[in-house]
């Protein structure tokens, strides 16, 4: 039996090895001991103080397998990758790997060979994977996203919901509950729907002290955020509304020669993912323009900017987002771009993309018909999905339709795949049954086996570029020949750039009349209901903003963090400042905007400086070169 005194240096050095770490941060070794100590436990650390820590170590600690439920496919791929790159054994499971792979990552698990297996909650529920787990040995459950678990939560889920009865299968196995952004209501919710049995609770503040807030309306948001970076060499993040948005403003910033700037969103191929975020880790001074998704699980300390060049849709989004700079400690900055009319657009935006309940049914009867399913059957094939044909026949917009596919998809009733992927192929005819296809076709098969392997005995993913390159047939024919021979069923094909449906449940009608339209209008409410208390946070110029968000999150005496764009302007509207000396060293320099100047004396207020210039225009000091930049004069 290993010692007290032994099974501490062990902890260290496991620290060492995989994550070169010579201390811990924070509370996380009382987590990780609490875990070690076979304790229930709670965490609520924000972003960026290292939760993912809080389990993987104790995984490799303890013996057999730490499940880890996260809420979405994306991280739980990110942090599967991350840990393997440290040469830590971990697996998902996820609905699109075929029985094949699922039943190497289960016999891997059985083996003790893997120490993580991460999940979705919808998992908990199917059959077989309750079956595999029963000779699986479990050192301890991790929930990740634990929020989800809250009706109240901005990420509501109702398969978190299925951990309870789960851990009923598994008594005396202890669970850790992990969550960055909770409520005082959400984590009594938490503790209570997952039934933590006297667990130890873990809180930090949510003050970020090195985290300076701007909030900043304006009209010109492309040339606000080249005023930003113009001056900046840091290493920096740009969260955008749209993938539209995201090309446009990195092309923009390009012609304005600012070349350290590139562009990150779904529509990526998974090469150019890795390559663009691989730069961007291991770079001190490039930023990535970015839809919302990106960041989540991805360790990088150095940043030292966050734009958001539109609002997020919550408080607890904007919170996560500006919470992965400064995760160093040293000081960052974040900043939030909005206007007026924006706010309006985006009011009108939700209500666009809210159907009501005739229209909600109207999109999964559709989809159900036009793929021919019945009442309680699940067909086993996936099929590609043509969002513009929903449309057509369904009447409705392309953001109501895919509000509920994504509502489908969360809920594990289908697999919605709506990303640029590799495609996927599988012989449905045996090798012996070739020689009596027309030639033709017995023909493109033998080409197709002599280039893809695998496909007589499993769905095999793949890559139409290659095939092309090593027969010398163009890909549009490639597509074209594949689609025809999958009419004759003579093999599936998914066409990975195209979006894609499969079936995860039988059709029940009464349940999508019931139980799941009453979820979808409930996540819709909740929706609205952050939106309008993010707003307020906009809009509002009377408090702290680091105040606002303390007190959203349950912090109610917190002082003002006298650093933040109101506390500047309240200091500035108190007791003025001479600012006009720094003023006249810069414009020495290089003419300049007021927005230029405010950058350059760290985003000191706008109306001051302007004070000051009208003071120096006054006194002949400094003139205008046009209506919006000056110079000495």
Same mark, same amino acid.
């Given at each position: ?17 995989? /994550?070169? #770490? ?20 709670? $965490? ?5 103080? @290292?939760?993912?820590?809080? #389990? ?7 013996? @057999? ?72 040995? *479990? ?91 113009? +001056? ?6 740009? #969260? $955008?509304?749209?993938? !539209? ?22 529509? *990526?191929?998974?090469?150019? !993912?890795?390559? !663009?975020?691989?730069? /961007? ?81 109207? &999109? ?48 594990? &009733? ?30 493109? &098969? ?43 069923? +003579? ?12 079936? *995860? ?6 349940? $999508?009349?019931?139980?799941? /339209? ?12 952050? /939106? ?81 210039? &009208?003071?120096?225009?006054?006194? @002949?000091?400094?003139?205008? *070169?046009?209506?919006?930049? +000056?110079?000495?004069?």
């Amino acid at each position: 039996m290993i010692s007290s005194q032994d099974f501490q240096k062990l902890k260290y050095q496991t620290l060492d090895h995989f /994550w070169g #770490y010579t201390s811990f941060r924070d509370a996380q070794e009382e987590i990780i001991d609490s875990i070690l100590n076979e304790k229930d436990t709670l $965490v609520l650390l924000p972003t960026g103080a @290292g939760k993912s820590l809080c #389990y993987q170590l104790p995984a490799l600690l303890k013996e @057999g397998v730490c499940l880890v439920i996260s809420p979405l496919l994306a991280l739980m791929k990110d942090q599967v990758s991350q840990l393997k790159l440290r040469g830590i054994e971990a697996e998902y499971l996820s609905s699109e790997l075929d029985e094949y792979d699922s039943e190497v990552i289960y016999n891997r698990c059985k083996d003790g060979l893997t120490k993580l297996l991460y999940v979705s909650p919808e998992r908990l529920n199917n059959i077989q994977f309750i079956r595999n787990m029963e000779e699986i040995r *479990l050192s301890f459950i991790a929930v990740d996203e634990a929020h989800c678990i809250s009706e109240w939560g901005q990420d509501f889920r109702p398969s978190y919901q299925n951990i309870k009865e789960f851990r009923k299968n598994t008594p005396g196995i202890p669970c850790l509950a992990l969550t960055a952004t909770a409520t005082p209501k959400v984590m009594e919710e938490i503790k209570t729907k997952l039934e933590l049995n006297l667990p130890n609770v873990f809180q930090k503040s949510f003050k970020r002290d090195n985290i300076k807030i701007f909030t900043d309306e304006v009209s010109d948001k492309f040339q606000r955020v080249f005023d930003i970076l113009k +001056y900046s060499s840091s290493s920096g993040i740009i #969260y $955008v509304r749209t993938r !539209k948005e995201a090309e446009q403003l990195t092309d923009f910033l390009h012609r304005n020669q600012l070349k350290n700037v590139d562009f990150f969103h779904a529509g *990526l191929t998974t090469k150019e !993912k890795n390559t !663009k975020q691989n730069l /961007w880790k291991n770079s001190d001074n490039h930023v990535l323009v970015a839809t919302n998704a990106f960041g989540m699980g991805i360790d990088k300390d150095n940043v030292r900017l966050v734009i958001h060049f539109s609002p997020s849709s919550s408080l607890e989004n904007y919170y996560q987002e500006i919470g992965r700079s400064g995760r160093d400690g040293k000081d960052s900055h974040a900043f939030l771009l909005w206007n007026k009319q924006e706010i309006l657009n985006f009011d009108q935006v939700l209500k666009n993309q809210t159907p009501g309940k005739s229209e909600f049914l109207n &999109i999964i009867t559709y989809l159900y018909s036009v793929f021919l399913v019945a009442e309680y059957e699940m067909p086993e094939k996936v099929f590609q999905l043509n969002i513009t044909g929903i449309q057509n026949f369904t009447k409705q917009s392309a953001a109501k339709i895919k509000n509920v596919l994504n509502f489908l998809h969360n809920q594990e &009733i289908i697999y919605f795949n709506d990303h640029k992927s590799l495609s996927s192929v599988e012989l449905l005819i045996k090798a012996d049954e070739i020689d009596q296809l027309p030639q033709k076709d017995a023909y493109f &098969i033998e080409l197709l086996l002599r280039t893809v392997s695998g496909i007589t005995t499993h769905k095999v993913i793949f890559s139409e570029q290659n095939v092309s390159n090593k027969i010398g047939i163009g890909i549009p024919l490639i597509k074209e020949r594949l689609r025809e021979l999958q009419q004759k069923n +003579y093999l599936e094909y998914v066409d990975g750039a195209l979006s894609s449906v499969k079936f *995860l449940k039988p059709r029940d009608e009464r349940a $999508v009349n019931g139980i799941y /339209w009453k979820l979808f209008e409930h996540i819709q409410k909740n929706k609205i209901q952050k /939106w309008e208390e993010m707003k307020f946070y906009i809009e509002n110029n009377d408090y702290c903003k680091m105040k606002l968000i303390l007190a959203y999150f349950g912090e109610k005496n917190s002082k003002n963090c006298g650093q933040c764009s109101v506390c500047e302007k309240n200091k500035q509207s108190i007791f003025g400042q001479n600012i006009s000396s720094r003023i006249i060293d810069l414009l020495a320099k290089n003419p300049a905007t007021i927005e230029e100047l405010s950058v350059q004396l760290s985003y000191h207020p706008k109306e001051n400086i302007l004070e000051n210039l &009208i003071f120096l225009l006054d006194s @002949g000091k400094v003139r205008m *070169l046009n209506f919006r930049t +000056y110079a000495l004069a």
